[in-house]
Each structure stands twice: as structure tokens, then as C-alpha cells.
């Protein structure tokens, strides 16, 4: 089965997630600076949540780059991704509108997870569907910085019961992380190009 | 004529359908557990509407895989079936947020049946075109499975005048049924691929 | 210029707006049937206007797929098409909420008389591109039914000021008029096929 | 890498900020033609930003005609631009809602400069992949047009300080500027082809 339209359709989905959280930026009544001050907390939600569906839309465009055909268990698995990240946009504004209280910035940390959790399970689909010796397989390698990512969200989790900016300021440190395409498939396909 | 766009503009209606339901859960005004258990009904009402609507992005997707060329009749049984799943935001949000009362709960019910309704004109309209000896035909059999999910449709609507949870349970049911993917098409397809 | 990115943004487009329109139904507070009944006219204005973004879409999908590549000038022409058919889900929703009033219903005839002066605007373009003697050009002929669709519209907006709702129904005629989709291009593609 | 995904994506956040906006065109609630001159100036500042979006997606579609292939940061590059594009439903709300009031009008020359820069960065990362021999980098040339924009709507925020529709005037004088869409590339390349 090809991949296009599983492309065609995780395309959609992430451009309207990511558009959509602007609705949540409500216009305010008046105009003044203050009134754009006011909105800071929800801006820097947005920004942050900004961030991290680019850069699940950028590895998930490298990911199925080195695919070359899914099943009906991969549509799922991928669904299942699509599920968690469309919580984006509710937990973002959520945390924002209460300037990061603690009880949103847990949740938004569980959907963090849960995204890396789909994320790896749709990997480990796509890497049982093409080998373990392909291509796809030495690319992705052990997969040390969506573990490690997971981890982070886990200490975030905790550490925002002592005070939840620590949280976030670990949930934006990861994001950082990730800002750095995913070089190791980029790296091994142009490698096994020059090397043929 | 060609498949192409009515497979990308299908995609871009499946996104936005399965994206915008996201926007009905709205984002307490408070930041406590609390605030969020009382979402519950209206997230069950979401998760439950989303793997539908992924049920039938899957299922769309194998049909129009099976298919070679469409007709302006087909883009209109298309756009039957785009019209009464643009309507499951609206039912989804009806009985969540009246958390799962009897008419909602019936109207979901009878969404769902229109839906069930369009897709099987759209199969047929296919079959139609491709002709009875058709791979096509011969994957989708005499869907056995579409038939069964209206009539449970219609058993759901009159137990929900016992109670609408029994209704809600049984849509469920059917979800589950539905979320192993249609694998008619799939083991057909392959099957003459080897035999060729 | 090739016209793939053209019906890509199109589809996208058109997808979007025939969708939200549907966040116009909004959700009532009650569970009962006479709820329902209060958003009938909001319903129906929203099922008349599915059909005409369905049919634009429609014609749209045809007219493209007699057309070869595209100028800076065509891409213009469309956006100003989509402008006005951007503007159809307000016109919907400010006449349905209004129970069909008469200034709503005209500002929707207006509405469907740019759409349509637009439309033709962009046939023009793509059959002065492409050559009075090209298979464009003659599939779409003296475009009888578009002069026609506009000059019920004027009799239509003329006709609301004896009772909105004749517009309303000459609205509605229109649409089953174009709900045959646009014959003329398939047959003389068709024609030309078979003559080849 | 191939620019496929990169320009579906695109296409999708592109159609989906120009169509959002008309969320912010709210319905009346009754149903007089002065409810709709009340909303003249949330229209006009539509307008405005129809216009934009719609010159942002016609270059970019020129843009990436001439890309042959996107690396990491090309990706980066266009999210950067893509977010400040996604912030101008928001200005453009803003400043209708407060009748192009002064802070609303500056936040909307911001957030044009920004977009502005972003793409003059979007250009520079595709010229240095392809080469400054290359086709792109003798087609976008030395881009005054960009500069001198970003140039005027400095002038314009400065302006605002005399009178906020001073500066609107300049910001739809850019926008005609762009109407006429980016020939540099159109002509570099049709040259390019009868030279061969």
C-alpha cells in the first residue's frame, strides 16, 4: 500500500493543528500595550506548542521519507499519534490562559508523553514492517533522544510540584533539543547514496 | 477521470472534520483535576468520534486504492458521505456536552446510519463503474460488515429509549469492529498480485 | 507553470470552508427535539450552501482538468474566487440565524453573483491562455448556464422584496440546476479521446 | 529531500489562515444593513490580509517553482515563516475590531516586517543551497522590491504616530505593489528555456 495519502491526510491534520491554536489567542476588547501583555502567558504557550508540532511534522516528514510502503496497522499507529497531538491545541491553551498553574502544565507534560510514546510505536511499526536491516532501521539507530525526551517530560512532571515554570522551562529545553532536524536519516540516506 | 483530487480534497475534509471536533472541548476556567473530570463526557464523546472518522478516512482510503477512474455521480456520493460526516462534530459535541442525554445520543445514532448509507452508495456507484467482475467488486463482497453496523445502529437508537448508555455502548461496539481494518481489499489486491 | 500547487491550495481552500460552516450549528444548552427544531433554518441554510461550495468545488475539479498550465494572472483570478466563496459561510450563518430575513438573503444573492462573475472571470482566463481553439474553449461554449445562474440571482435579490423566501427558493433551484454536474467538458474530452 | 511534502504542508497552513480569518467577520445579530456597516472596518482589515496571505502564497509558489530540493533548515526557515504568517489573523482581528486604532495598526506592520524578513531568510537559505550560479539566485536577483517593503512599512509604523490610517494606506500600497505577481522568476525561467 503506498504512502501518499497517509501523507496527504498527516499533512492536514498538523497544518490545522498548528493554525488552529491561534483561535485560542483571543482578540482582546481594547487596545492599549497592556492588553498584549496580558496575553504574554498564552503566547508563550502558543510559541511552545508551536515549536513542538513543527518539529513532530519535521521528523515525521523524514521518518516517512525513508518508508516505502505502510499497512493498515501503520494507519492506525498513526492515527493514534495524530489522536494525542490534536490534544495540543487544549492543553496549550489551557496552560496558557492560567499562566502556567500547575495542574495544566502536568497535563500538558502527559500529552507530551503520550505524542513520544505514539511517536516510538509508530517507529517500531515501520521498522517491523521494512526489516531490521533496512535502511529505515540503522537510520532511526537506538532512538537515544525520543527516550531521553520522555525521561525529561517525566522529571518535568515531577519537578512541578516544587514550582511548574521549572516544567515548562524543561518542556521548552527539549524543544530546543529538538530543533535540530533528525540528521541521523538525513546522514545515513545521503551516505548509502554515495557510497552505491 | 482521475482519482487524484478527489482524494486530496476528501483528505482535506477527513483533517479538518477530525481536527475542528478538538476545538468543541473547551478549555476550563479554572486549573484543578476537578475542571477536567467534568470534561469527561465530552472528551469520551470526542475519542469515541475520532476513531469513527479514522474508521472511515481507513476505509475511504482502501476503496479509492481499489479504484482506477471516477465519475461526476461518484464525486457527488462522495461529497454525500463528506456531507453527514461534517455533521458528527456537531452530534459529538450535542451528547457530550449533555452528557450522553437521550435525544443527542439518538441523533448520533441516526448520523452514524447516514453515514453507513452514504458509504455503501459510494461502494456501489464504484462497483457501478468498474463493472461486477471488477477486482473492486470482488474485494468489497456483499459487506456483510456495513450492513451489520447499520442495523446495530438501529438496535442502539431503540435501547436508548431503555437507556442511552446502552446505545453509547453499542456504538463503541461497532468502533471496535470497525478499527480492525478492512482487510477484504488488502488480502484481494495481494493475492492477485502473487497470482499474476 | 505547472497547476499541481494551484488545485492543491484550491482543495485545501474549499475543504475548509465547506467545513466550518458547520461550526456555525451552534450546539444547544438542551437535549430536546424542540432544539433541534429552533436550528432548522440554520440548518437549511447550511445544506444549501454545501451544495454550492460542493458544486463549485465540482465544476472547479472539471474545469482544472481541462487545463494545461497556469499564469500569474489565473492564480489571482482564482484567489479572487476563493475571497468570494470565503465569504459564504458568514452570508450562511447571518441567514440562517435571522430566520431568512430580507437584507441576509440578499447579501447571500450578492455573495452568489460575485461568486459566479468570478468564476467566469476565470474560465476567461484559462480559455484566453490556452487558445479560442482549444479543447477548453469549446467544452465550455457560451457558458449558458452561468449567465443564467446570475440572472436568477438578480431576480432573486429583485423577488426578496416581496418575500424573502422566493429568493431563497430561486437560490435553491439554481443549485439543482448545477447539481448536474458539468457535462459538457467530460463529453468533449471524451469525444475528443475516441476521435484521436 | 524532495519539496513535496514541504509545499503541502505549506499549502495547507497557507488556505487554512486565509479562511480562519473570516471566523472573526462575526454574524450580526440582526439582520439591518447597518449591522453590516458596523462591521466595515473588521471587512476592510479582512480584506487587506486576504490580500497578503494570498501574495505570501502566490511567491511562495513561485519561490519554491524554482526549488529543486530543501535541506533541515530550508524546513526551519519556512515554519519560521509560517508562524509569523499564523499571527495575522490575530493583528488583523485586532485592529479591525478597534477600528485600525494605533497599537493594533503597529503590532500589524510588526508582524508584516516579520514576515517579510522571514522570507528574505526562506530566499537566502535556497540560494546558498542551490548555488549562487543557480537559476533561483539570478532569478530573485538583488530583491529590492522585498526591502523596499519591509523599508515603507517602517515608514508606516512611524506614521501611525500622526495617524494610524496613515499608516493602513501605506500597507495597502505595499500589498498593490505585489499584486502583480513575482514576473523576476517567471521571465528567468521562460528565458532560460528558449536559451536552451
Not at 97 to 111: K, L, M, S, T
Request: charged share 15%; net charge neutral.
Amino acid at each position: 500500500m503506498g504512502k501518499g495519502r497517509l501523507e496527504a491526510f498527516s499533512d492536514g491534520v498538523f497544518a490545522i493543528i498548528i493554525t488552529i491554536m491561534v483561535l485560542e489567542l483571543k482578540v482582546p476588547h481594547h487596545a492599549e500595550w497592556s492588553d498584549l501583555i496580558h496575553l504574554s502567558p498564552v503566547f508563550l504557550s502558543y510559541v511552545l506548542s508551536f515549536v513542538y508540532v513543527g518539529i513532530y511534522w519535521n521528523n515525521h516528514h523524514h521518518l516517512l521519507h525513508a518508508t516505502k510502503s505502510v499497512t493498515g496497522g501503520i494507519l492506525w499507529a498513526n492515527l493514534f499519534l495524530l489522536f494525542w497531538l490534536s490534544l495540543v491545541p487544549f492543553v496549550t491553551d489551557w496552560m496558557g490562559e492560567n499562566h502556567f498553574a500547575q495542574v495544566p502544565v502536568i497535563c500538558y507534560g502527559i500529552v507530551l508523553i503520550m505524542c513520544g510514546v505514539a511517536y516510538s510505536i509508530l517507529v517500531r511499526l515501520l521498522i517491523k514492517h521494512h526489516g531490521e536491516e533496512s535502511l529505515l532501521a540503522h537510520a532511526m539507530g537506538s532512538d537515544m533522544k525520543g527516550k531521553l525526551s520522555v525521561g525529561i517530560y517525566g522529571v518535568a512532571i515531577a519537578l512541578s510540584f516544587v514550582h511548574p515554570w521549572w516544567a515548562a522551562g524543561l518542556y521548552g529545553a527539549v524543544a530546543l533539543i529538538w530543533l535540530i532536524p533528525d540528521r541521523r536519516i538525513e546522514r545515513k540516506l545521503s551516505g548509502s547514496e554515495t557510497s552505491v
